[in-house]
């Protein structure tokens, strides 16, 4: 789930259509056993590096752009055509793009002159920036659903908390867990639930938070400390990991069943999911005898390395896959490391 673009007004009207109609066409990509098309998204310059953070029905990506943890990094929109900037706030010299919904709504963050606020994108107005709580002066926007509501973070001098923007702007504190200072909202379903991260009088706990029930503890998997969420799909599947003294592992949770483990690859010790579809796959990364590897999970084959679904002639590996969209279409990146200074490339993989 997560967000997108238009170029300009014809060429784009019949990019979607085109796409539309090959996507209708695909089959929901349950069939794990043939190889994925791989598009490498090019970055914006040669030398810079890639991330992927959100891709919507129509294999349109966001991310960013630029040097690790540099000032050049900006917010980007890959089609099937090219790469587009979406620049910053006024003053800015930083952005990055989270998620984008299928009527090519992308929001993310950059900075202004004096302080980080998060943004809404489209193709017709630029990058507007969203409101705070008040008394805050910091914010960042990471997920958004197909009615256009926002989730994300408000932050200031009484800490940060998880935040929900209305399609109209108006913001809403969703709070915190019970005795926790701290929440984060990372994702909304086309239904209104959210999830995301909150401290708590236990530890640090994945949140579910819906309109009628607030903000509800999803636990972590037996023996461990903490978890976090990171996506949900319409059915309120929730994705995300879970660590303790064993290792990190990569969690699936539904109402019926808590929280499930999807354990690691052959070899591992260490996953975290990432993304999952309404179709119940999901992606992430895990450690494997090999190195680190993205994976695909579904109910039936459980977890695979991606990278044993893709052409081996392309010489390719893919460290972490980030999301997956309805089509099965794959957002991930090769490269690694984040403690050094280590160049990701972008991947968009297509279900044959």
Not at 326 to 347: C, K, M, W
Request: net charge neutral; aromatic share 8%; hydrophobic share 40%.
């Amino acid at each position: 789930m997560r967000g997108r673009h238009t170029f300009r007004a014809s060429l784009a009207l019949a990019a979607v259509f085109t796409l539309l109609a090959v996507a209708l066409a695909r089959p929901a990509a349950s069939q794990v056993n043939t190889l994925y098309d791989v598009a490498a998204l090019a970055p914006l310059t040669k030398d810079s590096t890639s991330f992927v953070r959100g891709i919507n029905f129509f294999g349109q990506v966001v991310g960013c752009s630029g040097y690790i943890n540099g000032s050049d990094n900006r917010a980007v929109l890959w089609t099937t055509l090219a790469i587009q900037n979406l620049g910053t706030l006024p003053a800015g010299d930083y952005s990055a793009a989270f998620g984008i919904n299928d009527s090519g709504l992308v929001v993310g963050t950059s900075n202004t002159a004096t302080v980080v606020r998060a943004f809404r994108w489209k193709s017709a107005s630029g990058m507007q920036v969203l409101g705070t709580l008040p008394g805050d002066n910091g914010s960042e926007a990471i997920g958004v659903n197909n009615a256009g509501a926002i989730v994300g973070t408000s932050s200031g001098p009484n800490g940060i908390r998880a935040v929900l923007w209305s399609i109209t702007g108006a913001i809403q504190n969703l709070g915190a867990l019970p005795g926790g200072n701290y929440s984060k909202a990372v994702a909304i379903n086309e239904t209104g639930k959210v999830v995301g991260t909150s401290t708590s009088s236990v530890g640090t706990r994945a949140f579910l938070w819906t309109d009628s029930g607030g903000m509800r503890d999803l636990g972590t998997l037996p023996g461990h400390t903490t978890s976090e969420a990171v996506n949900i799909n319409n059915s309120g599947q929730v994705v995300g990991y879970s660590s303790g003294p064993s290792g990190t592992r990569g969690f699936l949770w539904t109402s019926s069943g808590g929280m499930r483990d999807l354990g690691t690859l052959p070899g591992g010790n260490y996953s975290r999911a990432f993304g999952i579809n309404n179709a119940g796959q999901v992606v992430g990364t895990a450690e494997s005898s090999a190195g680190t590897r993205a994976f695909l999970w579904t109910s039936t084959s459980g977890m695979l390395d991606l990278n044993a679904l893709i052409p081996a002639s392309l010489g390719l590996v893919l460290s972490e896959a980030h999301v997956i969209n309805e089509v099965g279409q794959i957002a991930a990146l090769s490269g690694g490391g984040h403690e050094v200074e280590h160049y990701y490339r972008a991947f968009r993989l297509t279900p044959p």
